[in-house]
């Protein structure tokens, strides 16, 4: 897996869980301000309010002292307004002499309206109360200091300033036990000037928060409280959606959207789990690539979702198959995979095997054909995905698609693999700087032995790897398409080689050159080549066609009508390897060749020899007979040649007469 891709998937996890969180904590935060600015402001009213009231009250007082002339006496007279509840709250009074000496004081624990009625009588008509404070009452003494030095703004500054509702919920709180006393007080003294007399009456109020205040404050906490819950309902809500958007991602993520299983990043996922037991060496593990072949061509038989229906059981089947601690997916198309706990390579062969049964009984009654790829996991620390590829290119190594086989990737195969890739990395270069050079074999004739013809076989000196036979290339540019450059180049080679031997007066011989399967998919091959034959200026007979039965394979309509161009062109055309394929006979009958090159086959295999001397003879009567004429390759012996003397073959092409050999050599051999 790729960084990126390890990252979004790391994203996707993570996605919306933490803004979730922040979001909890961020209207908490918000709630918390709230309820503050709350609490403060209404803090604040208290205070004011009580503020004007002790106002009024000492306003009141000042009336009554100027009215009365009472002031100079040592009572004071106060009419308060009932109604105020501030009366409670006076703490004490003073006289002070004209230096703002205390001369004397007197203050009560605290005055409540029983106090009132101690001394007076309320009248409840008209709410207001007339209190007289008698001059020796007992009560607070206050020291000089305390007495006169607050001033009222002052100490509201000093209130609110100092207002910290901490702790008042500290108050509150059950543990510090819950009483009428005031939770939190403050004094503040009124001087007022006694205008008959020298001296001043001083005042003292207390502003207090009791508990009555703080029915308000669990108003507003079970309010914010309330509308807090709603906002995590909402928020719950959203969480939940969102989770549950997670497992739909998830599920695009790491489902299969054909047969709603699980896919390539689960296997891989699951894959990675498993690879912890192999660590620690409870497991040993083989992945396995399960292929249903000619997947396209049975959508094209049967249709997308019979397929699909077919892709779905198959699944299933597979993913009964596997364990727990195991892990199944289907990958693409006809593609499976799964990661197979084993014991030895036989057991899990035969696990496979029995797999394989149940999967092609699906097919009922059309048969379906599957092959697997498996690979050992040796690396415990390695990345399943590169194991897959190798159960992968196992598998794509089976030949025949037909072979319900099973291969495991071996050593060899990764060789094979590492030399693919050198190949193909290497192969257009190898062509620009001409590492390709052709290699003639003369084909000798019977009566007389001389060349009479040769065959153009390609050599790759390469650079490092040195001298590379066709085998080791051919198969893998017939894979890659590279073949059709390579073709041309030696259509190239041959002509440019009978231009020079042409000009130079030699009696030049026909040299035929290999035409791939892959050349007659192009309609204008005969033109093609007509036209490379045409830019050397040779005679069209100086050149062989050699093609092999497995064109056969594709369009045979395309194919003899390429065939009969070629030939009103004048290029002889020849059948490579006749014998070697299975309809050998059929192809004979359909395609008018010129020339058929009997397979090396028929005269190799010890025992066979009488049963295959006589077909040789059918044959060759038969090609005779159809105007043919023929070649025998691979010719090693002596016995060999003059069997086939005898029968009166064209010519021979083997290494008992010469094998193929650079250019300069073939000059040397045919024209001397
Ligand atoms: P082919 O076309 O059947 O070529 C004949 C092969 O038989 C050649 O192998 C040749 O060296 C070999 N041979 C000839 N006489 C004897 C003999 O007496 N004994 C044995 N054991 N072998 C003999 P080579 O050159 O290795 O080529 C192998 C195959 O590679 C060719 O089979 C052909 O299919 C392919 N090939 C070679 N050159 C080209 C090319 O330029 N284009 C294409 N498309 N294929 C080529
Ligand atoms: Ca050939
Ligand atoms: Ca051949």
Redesign the pocket.
């Known amino acids: 897996m790729t960084d990126r891709r390890k990252k979004q998937l790391q994203r996707i996890k993570k996605a919306h869980i933490w803004p979730s969180l922040v979001g909890i904590i961020i209207k908490i935060a918000v709630m918390t301000f709230i309820m503050h600015i709350l609490l403060l402001a209404y803090f604040e009213n208290i205070v004011n309010m009580r503020l004007a009231d002790a106002n009024n009250n000492v306003k009141n007082a000042v009336e009554i002292m100027e009215a009365t002339g009472n002031a100079d006496s040592m009572s004071l007279l106060f009419r308060y307004r009932y109604l105020t509840g501030m009366i409670p709250e006076i703490e004490g009074m003073c006289r002070l002499d004209k230096d703002d000496n205390v001369t004397e004081s007197f203050g009560t624990e605290r005055f409540d309206l029983a106090s009132f009625a101690r001394f007076n009588t309320i009248e409840d008509d008209d709410k207001t109360a007339e209190v007289y404070i008698a001059q020796n009452q007992d009560g607070i003494s206050f020291s000089e200091n305390e007495g006169f030095t607050i001033d009222v703004s002052e100490t509201i500054e000093k209130y609110l300033v100092s207002f910290n509702p901490s702790t008042l919920i500290d108050v509150i709180s059950p543990s510090a036990g819950w009483n009428k006393e005031a939770i939190f007080s403050t004094d503040l003294w009124y001087v007022i000037d006694n205008k008959q007399t020298e001296g001043k009456t001083a005042v003292m109020y207390r502003f207090s928060l009791t508990r009555e205040d703080f029915g308000y404050v669990i108003f507003v906490y079970v309010l914010l409280g309330l509308v807090f819950l709603v906002l995590l309902v909402f928020h719950s809500i959203s969480v939940f959606k969102v989770v549950a958007a997670k497992r739909n991602i998830y599920k695009i993520l790491f489902f299969d959207m054909e047969t709603g299983g699980f896919n390539a990043p689960h296997f891989y996922k699951k894959a990675r789990k498993l690879y912890r037991r192999i660590k620690r060496g409870i497991s040993q593990y083989a992945i396995v690539n399960i292929r249903l072949e000619k997947y396209r061509s049975l959508i094209a038989c049967y249709g997308k979702s019979a397929i699909e229906t077919l892709t779905d059981m198959l699944y299933n089947i597979i993913s009964q198959n596997a364990g727990s601690k195991e892990a199944f997916a289907h990958m693409e198309s006809g593609d499976f995979a799964m990661m197979l706990e084993y014991t030895s390579e036989q057991e899990l062969s035969e696990r496979l095997k029995q797999l394989m049964q149940q999967l092609e009984s699906v097919g009922n009654g059309s048969r379906l054909y599957f092959n697997m790829g498996v690979s050992r996991v040796t690396d415990a620390k390695g990345d399943p995905e590169e194991v897959y590829n190798q159960a992968y290119i196992a598998r794509a190594s089976i030949n025949d698609e037909n072979a319900d086989s099973i291969n495991w990737f071996s050593e060899k195969l990764r060789e094979q693999q590492i030399w693919e890739r050198k190949v193909e990395n290497d192969m257009q270069g190898a062509l620009e700087r001409h590492e390709f050079q052709m290699?003639l074999?003369p084909k000798y004739t019977t009566n007389g032995e001389k060349v009479g013809g040769a065959?153009?076989?390609?050599r790759w000196i390469h650079p490092t790897e040195g001298f590379v036979?066709?085998?080791r290339f051919?198969p893998i540019f017939e894979k890659n398409g590279f073949?059709l450059q390579?073709?041309d180049y030696?259509i190239n080679e041959v002509a440019k080689y009978q231009a020079k031997w042409i000009s130079e007066g030699k009696k030049v011989v026909p040299i035929s050159?290999?035409?791939?399967r892959a050349h007659f998919l192009n309609d204008n091959l005969a033109e093609h080549i007509r036209n490379i034959i045409d830019s050397y200026c040779v005679p069209h007979e100086c050149i062989e066609l050699?093609l092999?039965e497995s064109a056969f394979f594709d369009d045979k309509n395309a194919l003899i009508a390429t065939v009969k161009k070629m030939q009103e062109f004048g290029f002889v055309v020849s059948m490579?390897?006749f014998g070697a394929g299975y309809s050998s006979l059929n192809s004979l009958k359909e395609l008018p060749l010129d020339v058929i090159k009997l397979d090396?086959e028929f005269f190799r295999g010890e025992g066979n020899d009488e049963r295959g001397k006589l077909i040789v003879t059918e044959t060759i009567d038969l090609a005779k007979r159809l105007g043919m004429h023929i070649v025998a390759?691979?010719?090693?012996t002596r016995d060999q040649v003059d069997f086939l003397k005898e029968r009166e073959c064209d010519l021979i092409?083997?290494?008992?007469f010469a094998?193929?050999m650079p250019t300069d050599e073939f000059e040397k051999c045919a024209f001397s």
Request: hydrophobic content about 35%; charged content about 25%; aromatic content about 10%.
């Open positions: 290699y074999q065959e153009a076989l390609v036979p066709p085998g051919i073949i390579l073709d030696m050159v290999n035409v791939s050699e092999t490579d390897d090396a390759e691979g010719i090693e092409q083997g290494y008992y094998k193929p």
